[in-house]
Nanobody, 118 residues
Framework: QVQLVESGGGLVQPGGSLRLSCAASGFTFSSYVMRWFRQAPGKERELVAAITIAGGRTNYADSVKGRFTISRDNAKNTLYLKMNSLKPEDTAVYLC???????????WGQGTQVTVSS
């Protein structure tokens, strides 16, 4: 059974940092493109960052470039998102996504809440 379990969210003050983790199981993690999305209340789901299968390439939304870093540990089946210089507009539920370009399969986690507020 495919499982993606996010952790590391919480309440942080503007300018602060958090590191999100996504523990994967039930599929071959190293064969999937991994992505972080976020969804704020009343807004559409937004792609935040993506990392290729071997981790050699990353992409970021313009709104987070220079502040967020996506990484993966294929030996631990874990995806990370380090978030620095957090802003109130970063407040959202952050969701982990595993995408197979071969099987055209999308798997989603349940999400973890990130709230940036003073």
């Amino acid at each position: 059974q495919v499982q993606l379990v996010e952790s590391g969210g919480g309440l942080v003050q503007p300018g602060g940092s958090l590191r999100l983790s996504c523990a994967a199981s039930g599929f071959t993690f190293s064969s999937y493109v991994m992505r972080w999305f976020r969804q704020a209340p009343g807004k559409e789901r937004e792609l935040v960052a993506a990392i290729t299968i071997a981790g050699g390439r990353t992409n970021y939304a313009d709104s987070v470039k220079g502040r967020f870093t996506i990484s993966r540990d294929n030996a631990k089946n874990t995806l990370y998102l380090k978030m620095n210089s957090l802003k109130p507009e970063d407040t959202a539920v952050y969701l982990c996504n595993a995408y197979s370009p071969i099987y055209l399969v999308n798997n989603w986690g349940q999400g973890t809440q990130v709230t940036v507020s003073s």
